[in-house]
């Protein structure tokens, strides 16, 4: 038996932070919710929830959703008509990893636009993207993500996104934030969340994610968007009944879980910074910035599949986005030695690889 087997003592799963197991004291919340019918809008639950979430970033109400794609799908519903364009950076989350529901039910088209090496958008290329063509679609949306995914969990600084604001506004243009992981953000930036959402149109926000809630993502906005959101969120098949039952979670979350998320990106920059020690793996660290820590390992002599299925054998679970480079989450079920611990099974197996 090896060495690495004797010490391992649980499988460190790092594919996603929504891999997160609910707290003890979701669990109990769940278990002794008052649930009503929310589709008749008495589950008192759910009522309490949306309103802590719209409070939480500074919205007037707010539409529990089971996940942030079909938020993200009823905002753009809500702020565009069939033929339209949205304007998104080219690896958002909403156009890479949301099965095409842009085209599916809006029948909009993303038009794309590059961002910088961390996936900033410059708002300089979101002006010069506003005026379509005389016989092309109507750009009526700009998507920001923040923290952005593809990116590595990096994360647009308040300045540009105050700027993406006013340029998207000046233009006529909705702004939707996809922001997954907004509080991560924050914490990044130092900043109170509203100064992060404060300027935008709508926005959304992952319960199931770092704040370990089950399931479930808030879509935030004005009141009328959100009564707007919930009549599309029916017409989906996105209606709920005795929800309160999960959404007692989701209260959990957003009261207990937001401020310990600084701990994630700690050790995540403990991986980070021993990946970067590892011959063969190319990381920058200037994109380790929030929970996500993602790398390319083609110098190691390995394809990304090959090295995921590497790990997996010997408890460590990540993903592959490319055919060389890997992401790995932190989360509260990640430990600082569950890191170490995964940085020394990593290294061997990339000195048995080499």
Not at 10 to 36: K, L, W
Not at 154 to 177: C, F, I, N, Q, S
Not at 231 to 244: D, I, S
Request: charged share 25%; hydrophobic share 40%; with cysteine.
């Amino acid at each position: 038996m090896a060495n690495w087997e004797v010490e391992r003592v649980h499988e460190i799963e790092m594919r996603s932070d929504t891999t997160t197991q609910p707290t003890d004291a979701m669990r109990r919340a769940m278990h002794d919710a008052v649930v009503g019918d929310e589709g008749y809008g008495d589950d008192p639950t759910i009522r309490r929830l949306e309103e802590l979430a719209a409070e939480k970033v500074g919205k007037e109400a707010s539409v529990f959703c089971v996940s942030g794609t079909l938020a993200n799908l009823l905002a753009v519903m809500c702020h565009t008509i069939r033929g339209d364009e949205i304007i998104c950076e080219d690896e958002a989350h909403i156009f890479w990893y949301e099965s095409a529901g842009l085209a599916l039910l809006p029948a909009v088209q993303p038009f794309l636009v590059t961002g910088d090496r961390l996936r900033v958008l410059d708002p300089d290329r979101v002006k010069a993207a506003l005026k379509p063509i005389s016989s092309g679609p109507s750009r009526r949306v700009l998507c920001l993500e923040n923290t952005h995914n593809r990116g590595g969990g990096t994360v647009t600084p308040v300045e540009t996104m105050r700027r993406l604001y006013d340029v998207a506004h000046a233009g006529g243009l909705k702004v939707h934030l996809d922001g997954a992981r907004v509080f991560n953000a924050a914490h990044a930036l130092e900043v109170p969340v509203t100064e992060i959402t404060k300027n935008c149109d709508s926005m959304m926000f992952c319960l199931s994610k770092g704040l370990s809630a089950p399931m479930g993502s808030m879509l935030c906005g004005t009141k009328d968007f959100i009564d707007q959101a919930r009549k599309f969120r029916k017409a989906v098949g996105g209606g709920l009944r005795q929800a309160g039952v999960v959404a007692a979670a989701g209260v959990v979350a957003i009261e207990t879980m937001i401020d310990r998320l600084p701990e994630d990106h700690k050790t995540a920059r403990i991986l980070a910074e021993g990946l970067a020690e590892i011959p063969g793996i190319d990381i920058d660290l200037e994109s380790v910035q929030t929970n996500i820590v993602a790398y390319d390992v083609s110098g190691t002599g390995m394809d990304a599949p090959t090295y995921v299925r590497k790990l997996a054998s010997r408890g460590i679970k990540c993903t592959s986005h490319t055919q060389t480079r890997i992401r790995m989450v932190t989360h509260k079920d990640v430990t600082q030695d569950d890191a170490r611990q995964a940085l020394m099974i990593i290294r061997e197996v990339v000195e048995e690889s080499r």
